[in-house]
Each structure stands twice: as C-alpha cells, then as structure tokens.
C-alpha cells in the first residue's frame, strides 16, 4: 500500500522529516486500529474455541 507524498518532498530529507511522517500517520493508525480489532476478536475467539474443547473433554 503506498502512501502518496506532498509534491517535491521525499521521506529521506532530514528537515522535513516530521512533516512527512505526521503527513503519513492518520491512515496507519487506522489499520492499526483495525488490526488491533481483528487481533481482539481472534483472541476471543480462540478462548471460546478452548473452552468448548474443554467442556467436551470433561464428559
């Protein structure tokens, strides 16, 4: 996924180097946050699955 750069400005130049970097951060916290989502609900899911198994090896 590319993210695209305000004109004439590379991530490499040292003076501008914040301003690319919160130029690019908004979209990247929003997949961190749905990967964290994903990542919960996963887990979730897991403990559940474990807790069956659990169930079932208990009768």
């Known amino acids: ?9 590379t991530p490499c ?4 180097a ?4 919160s130029a690019t951060t908004p979209p ?3 997949e961190a946050r749905r990967m964290k989502e994903i990542l919960g609900l996963l887990i ?6 474990k807790a069956i198994l659990d ?3 208990r009768q």
């Open 1 to 9: 996924m590319e993210f695209p750069l305000p004109p004439s400005r």
């Open 18 to 21: 914040d301003g690319w970097w």
């Open 55 to 57: 169930l079932l090896n």
């Open 28 to 30: 990247l916290n929003k």
């Open 44 to 49: 979730l899911l897991l403990q559940i699955v």
């Open 13 to 16: 130049e040292v003076g501008d």
